[in-house]
């Protein structure tokens, strides 16, 4: 009947959700509801989110065999398991070896989580290696997860707990001792970077920072500390002083010639990933950066050396648009190759080139000798098998769930959908 309200009139579609009069909405109702694998996932968890606080005891049974149910929604288990996260009665089940089976995505995060919020010591450990992840998800569980056991049992009890002598743990006691006030600034000289890398992060005292310097037992814990030391000042001089006393340490790289480098470490080296070694984040403040260049005259010139090759090029289009999703550091001009046999008569095969927009730096996945001779004599360089596989060590960069090092052809041409 018109003006009765309901559930569904309160959850009439995904993204159309009620939730302050949820929130109010007969209780019962709602468990009966999130319990019903019959509706849809998304009015499921509205009415999961909805009963915090507030659950039936009646209807507690009911809900807790939907997170145990592993072919239920994923979505649903995992609000359950933090609406439910206080019955100990779930203890042995998530405990149980079959709990590290569920491929259900996000239950293994959500079942340690939950672990934590039954003050279960015993999953301390892979908590830790949860809260050490470079997703941020997971990285989030894993820290409300050992966040309770510290609630739950002290910091000292869940210290003990961790094996110790693992990276993961390390950073765990680095963000505990941080949590209860404590200067870490000694944890960057963690020989695991990523270890000193949060360690940095956590740092909020220059004054500390400034005396560690002269105390600091590495070169690399020198780096750290005036790294942290200018994301909390913009202490620029600070930095390029302990970058000339320790005579402008770098990452070599055999094949990486100057003006690449620059390119990549300018572009890479103030965002790299937590496990990149700390002397690209320094060269990155320390040295200048490339000469600025007009890359739409680039391309331009590029598109105009390929028409008087003979090449019939089409506009630059953004490597975004070319793959219909993402961006990156590149532009892709299509073409004729006359010298290739495998197209239609004399008009040659379609063939593509790039124009990145680091600098004067072109290239593609194959040889191409037509297209480089017209490019390079418009001043271009053309990155060939060769210097495009040099692989800059050292340097992470996130690529399609990869954080590692690439070779220069995937940074000069990157693309990420």
Do not use: N
């Not at 009890?157 to 941080?178: F, I, S, W």
């Not at 060269?283 to 390929?306: I, S």
């Not at 053309?382 to 692989?391: E, L, N, P, Q």
């Amino acid at each position: 009947m018109p003006g009765i309200t309901t559930i569904r009139t309160l959850t009439p579609q995904a993204g159309r959700i009620d939730t302050a009069a949820l929130r109010t909405y007969d209780a019962d109702r709602l468990a009966r509801c999130a319990a019903d694998r019959g509706q849809p996932w998304w009015r499921r968890t509205a009415c999961v989110d909805a009963l915090a606080g507030r659950v039936p005891p009646g209807r507690i049974g009911s809900l807790l065999a939907c997170v145990r149910d592993t072919g239920d929604v994923a979505e649903v288990r995992r609000a359950l398991l933090g609406l439910l996260a206080d019955r100990e009665e779930l203890l042995p089940w998530l405990r149980h070896e079959d709990r590290r089976h569920d491929g259900a995505y996000g239950m293994t995060e959500a079942v340690l989580r939950a672990r934590g919020a039954l003050g279960d010591l015993t999953a301390a450990g892979e908590l830790a290696t949860v809260a050490f992840s470079p997703w941020q998800h997971r990285r989030t569980a894993g820290e409300a997860g050992l966040d309770a056991l510290v609630d739950r049992h002290g910091t000292a009890a869940v210290r003990a707990a961790l094996d110790g002598d693992r990276p993961e743990d390390r950073a765990c006691v680095v963000r505990l001792r941080r949590r209860a006030d404590e200067d870490v600034t000694d944890a960057l000289a963690d020989p695991d970077p990523r270890v000193a890398h949060l360690a940095q992060s956590l740092t909020a005292d220059p004054a500390a920072l400034r005396g560690y310097l002269d105390r600091a037992p590495t070169a690399d814990a020198k780096l750290w500390a005036a790294y942290a030391l200018h994301r909390l000042t913009g202490d620029t001089a600070a930095v390029r002083a302990v970058y000339e006393a320790l005579g402008r340490p770098r990452v070599e790289v055999e094949g990486l010639d100057e003006e690449v480098r620059r390119a990549i470490v300018h572009t890479y080296g103030p965002g790299c990933e937590a496990g990149s070694d700390p002397r690209w984040r320094i060269e990155a403040l320390c040295t200048p950066p490339p000469e600025p260049f007009d890359e739409d005259g680039q391309l331009r010139r590029a598109v105009a050396a390929l028409a008087a090759a003979g090449l019939s090029p089409g506009p630059p289009v953004s490597c975004g648009d070319h793959h219909q999703q993402g961006g990156g550091t590149y532009h892709v001009i299509a073409y004729r190759d006359p010298d290739d046999g495998a197209g239609d008569g004399e008009r040659g095969a379609p063939a593509t080139v790039f124009i990145s927009t680091l600098g004067p730096f072109a290239g593609d996945y194959e040889d191409a000798p037509a297209a480089r001779a017209a490019l390079e004599a418009a001043g271009l360089r053309w990155i060939d098998a060769t210097a495009g596989s040099v692989r800059v060590t050292g340097l992470g960069v996130y690529h399609f769930g990869e954080r590692g090092p690439l070779d220069v052809h995937t940074l000069l041409f990157y693309w990420q959908d």
